[in-house]
């Protein structure tokens, strides 16, 4: 297993059309594009569902159906339908990316419990503002794990960007292919496996950003007496 | 429509194979999978510094892209990259990091009480462990094995774009063939309906296995 490819210092110049840092730009901007429109979809479309608990089944019925599409026959329906360039793999990518996401926001808001609606509810809140200020909080956890599940996906699967005339790391890939240049595949491999590892890793790091301490624990240890009232007021249950 | 008729008519044998070759494909490292789990799974569930060391390597196993990983494993392990051993290989890695936790996490889920009843009555563990506690895991671990193998079935087409054979190769064809329709839905929809029937077959053969789940309770 050669590694020179991947070691040859003038692979990594920034200003090389075909070196790392352009292929890993390029590949990034596949990524984002496709995860933003997925989630600018599955996003509202969960919320809705988990809010309202209407529509629940076909959502998931047509989550899992997503699930089993293999985005290279996506792909290329998309090329025979659209044509050569951006738009069918962006679309490839969504399809791929909107399940994940339309699954974990839908089970998120699921699982904020009852109680604590009716609570939101009795103290005057309007729905919109139980959905974004008491739902969606407490969910977030649940919702950020879709969205680095799909980011995962998405990253993996842009590689088909390059079959498609496209950039990105997938150029490596196929073209070592084709050329019969193993190192050239090795080095785009190793360099996309660690892509996928970084971007995981950076959005656990949002993730401890994001969510509230209230809600995943890490409050907890903070003494109760110093935050809550030590007795309820009244206890009329 | 007709032109799918057409092709079926003249390449019918060629996509039988595709399928039958993708069914191989996608359920051998399931079955393998499943069979290295359980085992797997029951020391996970014991020890807890195995449980750290066997999640966090699922976890970093299951980040590294499919088709990445089948491109290194012939550098890793001397087979051509035309190996269909490679796809076998690296499926059943993801499976197995999937089933590993699925596993531990349906006999974390066996009410302990229960499993005294079954010690109270005189089982011995080893069979305590085939007859009470597997048994009563098997919701969780199949909840997992449906994942992973709809997983499996669409991820084999990732093969074909390395010359590996499975529905994929309908998919290249479409597009050698200047991107022709007709091979391209027809891997498309045998894909799906792969998919579907090997999930039906396992959802039936969870209702064969764990009858209690029907009877009573609510």
């Known amino acids: 297993m050669s590694l020179d490819y991947l070691l040859d210092a003038a692979n990594w110049s920034l200003t090389s059309p075909d070196g790392f840092p352009q292929r890993i730009l390029e590949h990034l901007g596949y990524t984002a594009l496709a995860l933003a429109i997925a989630a600018l979809v599955a996003f509202p479309i969960g919320l809705l569902i988990g809010h309202t608990g209407r529509g629940a089944l076909i959502a998931i019925n047509l989550g899992n159906a997503g699930r089993a599409l293999p985005t290279l026959g996506v792909l290329m329906l998309m090329l025979a339908l659209v044509g050569i360039g951006l738009v069918p793999v962006t679309i490839a990518l969504v399809v791929l990316a909107i399940p994940p996401i339309l699954a974990t926001t839908y089970a998120g808001i699921r699982s904020v419990p009852d109680e604590t609606v009716d609570a939101a509810r009795g103290v005057g809140m309007t729905e919109s503002q139980i959905a974004w200020r008491v739902e969606v909080p407490i969910a977030l956890p649940i919702i950020i794990g879709g969205l680095r599940n799909a980011s995962l996906q998405v990253v993996s699967t842009a590689t088909i960007a390059a079959y498609a005339g496209l950039g990105g790391l997938g150029r490596y890939l196929f073209d070592g292919l084709a050329t019969l240049q193993y190192d050239q595949v090795v080095a785009g491999a190793v360099v996309l496996a660690v892509l996928a590892v970084v971007i995981d890793l950076v959005l656990a790091g949002a993730q401890r950003l994001l969510v509230s301490p209230g809600v995943d624990g890490r409050g907890a240890d903070n003494s109760p007496t110093t935050n809550r009232p030590a007795e309820p007021i009244s206890s009329t249950a | ?218």
Request: aromatic letters at 6%.
């Open chain 2, 1 to 218: 429509m007709s032109e799918i008729w057409n092709y079926l008519e003249t390449n019918g044998s060629s996509v039988l194979t595709a399928l039958v070759q993708h069914i191989w494909l996608a359920l051998l490292p399931v079955a393998i999978a499943f069979v290295l789990a359980l085992p797997l799974g029951a020391l996970v569930h014991r020890y807890l510094p195995v449980r750290h060391v066997a999640l966090t390597t699922g976890s970093v196993v299951y980040t590294v892209p499919s088709l990445a990983l089948l491109l290194l494993l012939p550098g890793v392990l001397g087979t051509s990259v035309l190996d269909p051993t490679n796809v076998v290989i690296a499926l059943t890695l993801y499976s197995l990091a999937l089933l590993v936790r699925t596993t531990a996490d349906g006999l974390d889920a066996v009410d302990t009480t229960v499993l005294q009843a079954a010690t109270a009555m005189g089982y011995r563990p080893l069979r305590r462990w085939f007859t009470v506690q597997l048994p009563l895991a098997m919701p969780v671990v199949l909840t997992g094995l449906r994942v992973a193998t709809v997983a499996n079935v669409s991820m084999v087409s990732v093969a074909a774009l390395i010359g590996i054979g499975g529905l994929g190769q309908l998919f290249t064809r479409g597009f050698q063939l200047g991107f022709y329709l007709p091979p391209i839905v027809i891997g498309l929809v045998l894909s799906v309906a792969l998919a579907v029937v090997a999930d039906v077959l396992i959802v039936a053969v969870q209702r064969g296995i764990t009858p209690w789940a029907r009877a009573g309770g609510r």
